[in-house]
């Protein structure tokens, strides 16, 4: 999964102020449309508390719901014209502000916060269940000869340059290099990874072999989000205040934002590939794949999809998307900056990514 997708819709570390109530007649029509006074709803903020992990997981499970993904182009569209609408003063008849949001997650889940355009439904992040478990479950299910590895690594690898360049950066030029090196880093550590791991593995225990594709997933993250995000590392993230205002730029607060996110998407990796490890090897061990031999990958894809419909949203939110770190922990330079021309703040915000 790319960082880049949640930052717009997670710009706030606090909730969403939604007063719903009834404030008179709903608005002077214009045709079928009407200045809306009685919805008063910031589309610019999630819609959940976002200080609470509960708060920030209700926000990635509406967020990375693979069922956004079915949205035909007609409603997206429909929602599109929602969204703008409702930012221009305007709203469709009658609308509530539970149909807001509803139009609000669908319009996210497919139009880029940067550029409001319609983005490849490959890389879109409410496709990340069924790529992720299709991809994943069958790296399992065939991890244990080489051809198999080298092409599933690089199935999962190409999968991730997908979803990185979708979710790129608005005004972040993506070069060709950019997506190469990464891609080819990742690919090889992988794979050498599985390759050394399966022939460990051979003199071990059945279980063992199945948990190497983890392991093998796990190097690719820890090589490919520090590579993808190398610039960051360079150049720092923006830092900003509680309002948003734009404070400079930190080195030390990009290795913290990458470090977390790599975590992050090790932990997402680990349910759905643990727990079918253990459910497989004990369904092998009863012999159900000798009688049923077809129903060894389906099974596995299956398993790890419903993992994955939870991990995913849940390790998302293990850490805030609008992160902090107080002033003393950064760069001197940087410290002594905000110091001089704000001595009152004592932590500072950025986006961490995902």
């Known amino acids: 999964m790319a960082e880049r997708r949640f930052r717009a819709a997670s710009s706030s570390s606090g909730g969403?102020?939604?007063a719903g109530t009834a404030s008179g007649a709903a608005g002077v029509m214009d045709g079928s449309r009407a200045v809306h006074p009685a919805l008063h709803v910031d589309l610019s903020r999630p819609r959940h508390d976002q200080s609470?992990?509960?708060g920030r997981a209700r926000h990635f499970m509406e967020t990375v719901n693979p069922l956004n993904i079915l949205a035909s182009p007609a409603k997206l569209e429909e929602a599109a014209r929602t969204v703008h609408a409702y930012k221009r003063g305007e709203v469709g008849k009658g609308i509530?502000?539970?149909?807001l949001w509803k139009a609000k997650r669908l319009y996210d889940s497919a139009y880029h916060p940067?550029?409001?355009?319609?983005?490849f439904i490959v890389g879109r992040m409410s496709f990340q269940v069924y790529g992720n478990m299709t991809i994943i479950g069958l790296m399992m299910t065939f991890h244990k000869h080489p051809a198999s590895v080298v092409f599933w690594q690089l199935a999962n690898q190409t999968f991730n340059a997908i979803v990185n360049y979708?979710?790129?950066s608005g005004d972040q030029v993506i070069t060709y290099r950019d997506l190469a090196v990464p891609f080819v880093a990742a690919t090889t550590g992988a794979t050498t990874a599985a390759l050394v791991l399966n022939s460990f593995a051979k003199r071990m225990p059945p279980l063992v072999g199945r948990f190497v594709p983890l392991a093998a997933v796990a190097t690719a993250n820890t090589i490919n989000i520090p590579l993808v995000r190398q610039r960051e590392l360079r150049e720092g993230i923006t830092v900003v205040d509680g309002d948003?205002?734009?404070l400079g730029s930190s080195q030390i607060t990009a290795q913290r934002a990458i470090g977390q996110v790599v975590f992050s998407r090790i932990v997402m990796a680990v349910p759905g590939m643990a727990i079918p490890a253990f459910i497989m090897n004990h369904l092998e061990k009863k012999n159900l794949f000798k009688r049923m031999p077809w129903a060894n990958a389906p099974l596995q894809v299956l398993l790890v999809g419903l993992?994955?419909?939870f991990a995913t949203p849940l390790c998302c939110a293990i850490f805030p998307q609008k992160s902090s770190?107080?002033?003393?922990?950064?760069?001197?330079e940087l410290r002594n900056s905000i110091s001089r021309s704000r001595p009152q703040l004592t932590h500072v915000y950025y986006n961490k990514g995902l």
């Open 114 to 119: 940067d550029t409001g355009e319609k983005m």
């Open 244 to 246: 948003d205002n734009q």
């Open 325 to 332: 770190i107080a002033v003393a922990s950064l760069e001197p």
């Open 166 to 168: 979708t979710n790129r």
């Open 16 to 18: 969403n102020s939604t």
């Open 307 to 309: 993992c994955l419909m």
């Open 52 to 54: 609470t992990y509960w």
């Open 96 to 99: 509530t502000e539970s149909q």
